[in-house]
């Protein structure tokens, strides 16, 4: 074997194994560590809860930002556009491939003639220009990776208030549950009173009968309370993909009593939310399609060429073959001018939605502002009709055992105590609820925001609803 033939094998052989490891190696770790990267940022991961430990809001969120799908899937969509600009950038590259081709002929029925060859080429491609599309494909890469970005992010913030609902809805169960045994406690405690003073003719039938009425209704309200904390529970185990439907929940969020003014919350809804900001990079991205379509009115230039590797026969003078390209456009039958008019239709298309997308968010937080500024005045308000509602049920049953009320008015006290504590136990929540959906709709809810207004875990909730009836009191 010649060494021109055995050097032309030994380069077939090498840049066919380049191809090979080229084609196959692709390393999936990195390609989602990318996309992690924006959604986990600085934040540690909770890896796992064990069953008896005490799950914080903090760690729900935790667990649903690293096991959430839905961000999976926002972030292969930044992959993809990664990939993209990956792709445009190719353009302006050379492309170098391997031809190779074996031929053989037989001729001839009586004195066969047989041939046989091999030709082994590296054939090449050049864009040298394309009009500028290239370049302005590029640009519109660019700003279509900021919008997937901005929208993992934007779909980061929706669990997080998702996550932070359904916490709170199950808190909000929890101590309704409270509530409701502690009633239903004091009231199957009145029963038994009442029969036992009905047996020695100390009090009415009508009085026993409206007690165990009150507390059968009570009895039915604990049971759709319970209820209630099972779904609830079983949502939150599916948003945060963990077995934590039976950790004992304990807040660690504390929401500020005052907020700043709502202009300032819109102003910062407007540099700050990311949805905004995609739509924004979706704006800049459709105006460089634009001139990628127009880009196909000027001449293209390029350049093809080839280097024989080996061919039998060889003919001395032909080892290198290079052809310049040169195209103008001259009629196409208006089909340029037809996608120029589309790409400019997309673009007004993308503005439009984005104007809408601004006024929508400025309207969504001042009506989040409204619902937080009237979840604070009532809770205050909650909270005085709970000492209220306390006292009026202390002094009708004081005024009932010394004969000078009926049983009536005892119950319709008690029925009034166990609606407003009902209403605080639920207003406490909502009024976190509300502030969370106030920063979800300004864009600014994140984990600096939750973990700067954080509380010792051990800290109780507000006991105001749960406390039993004593004597009346003095002030809220």
């Not at 950790?247 to 700050?272: H, K, Y």
């Not at 007004?348 to 104007?355: K, P």
């Amino acid at each position: 074997m010649s060494k021109r033939a055995w050097g032309s094998r030994s380069i077939q052989g090498l840049v066919a194994l380049a191809c090979l490891v080229a084609a196959g190696c692709v390393d999936q770790k990195k390609d989602v560590a990318t996309y992690r990267k924006v959604i986990d940022g600085n934040k540690p991961a909770v890896v796992r809860i064990a069953p008896d430990k005490v799950l914080t809001l903090t760690d729900a969120l935790r667990l649903a930002v690293q096991n959430e799908e839905q961000l999976s899937l926002l972030g292969e969509n930044y992959l993809l556009a990664l990939i993209d600009k990956d792709k445009a950038f190719a353009n302006f590259l050379p492309q170098v491939n391997f031809s190779a081709g074996w031929t053989y002929q037989s001729a001839g029925a009586v004195f066969p003639r047989h041939s046989q060859s091999l030709d082994a080429t590296v054939p090449g491609q050049w864009n040298l220009f394309n009009g500028f599309r290239d370049y302005y494909s590029l640009k519109s890469a660019d700003q279509t990776i900021e919008q997937t970005k901005q929208l993992v992010l934007d779909g980061e913030q929706t669990v997080l208030l998702d996550v932070a609902q359904t916490y709170y809805q199950v808190l909000t169960g929890e101590q309704s549950v409270d509530v409701l045994s502690n009633s239903l406690k004091a009231q199957d405690e009145n029963v038994r009173t009442l029969q036992q003073q009905f047996e020695v003719g100390a009090a009415r039938r009508l009085d026993v009968s409206q007690a165990e009425s009150q507390a059968s209704e009570t009895r039915v309200s604990l049971l759709e309370a319970q209820a209630n904390v099972q779904t609830a529970r079983a949502m939150l185990a599916f948003l945060v993909d963990a077995p934590i439907r039976d950790n004992p929940l304990r807040d660690d969020f504390q929401a500020p009593e005052t907020v700043v003014d709502v202009d300032q919350w819109i102003g910062a809804a407007e540099s700050a939310r990311q949805d905004l900001i995609a739509a924004d990079a979706a704006v800049r991205a459709a105006r460089y399609n634009v001139e990628v379509v127009f880009g196909q009115y000027y001449p293209t230039f390029g350049l093809t060429t080839g280097y024989s590797i080996y061919a039998q026969g060889f003919q001395p003078g032909t080892l290198w073959n290079t052809l310049l390209n040169f195209n103008v456009p001259i009629f196409t039958g208006g089909l340029i001018h037809a996608e120029v008019r589309q790409a400019w239709s997309q673009y007004r298309s993308v503005a439009l939605t984005q104007e809408q997308l601004k006024r929508e968010i400025d309207q969504n937080v001042r009506i989040a502002y409204v619902n937080l500024d009237l979840a604070h005045r009532e809770l205050r308000e909650l909270e005085i009709q709970v000492v209220a509602a306390r006292d009026e049920y202390y002094l009708s049953e004081m005024l009932y055992k010394n004969g000078g009320g009926t049983y009536l008015n005892v119950l319709q006290a008690q029925a009034t105590l166990l609606s407003t504590q009902l209403q605080l136990t639920s207003e406490q929540f909502a009024q976190k609820t509300a502030y969370f959906n106030l920063l979800r709709t300004a864009g600014k809810l994140s984990y600096a925001t939750v973990l700067s207004t954080t509380r010792p875990a051990e800290q109780e909730l507000r006991e105001l609803a749960t406390q039993p009836v004593t004597e009346p009191s003095t002030q809220p």
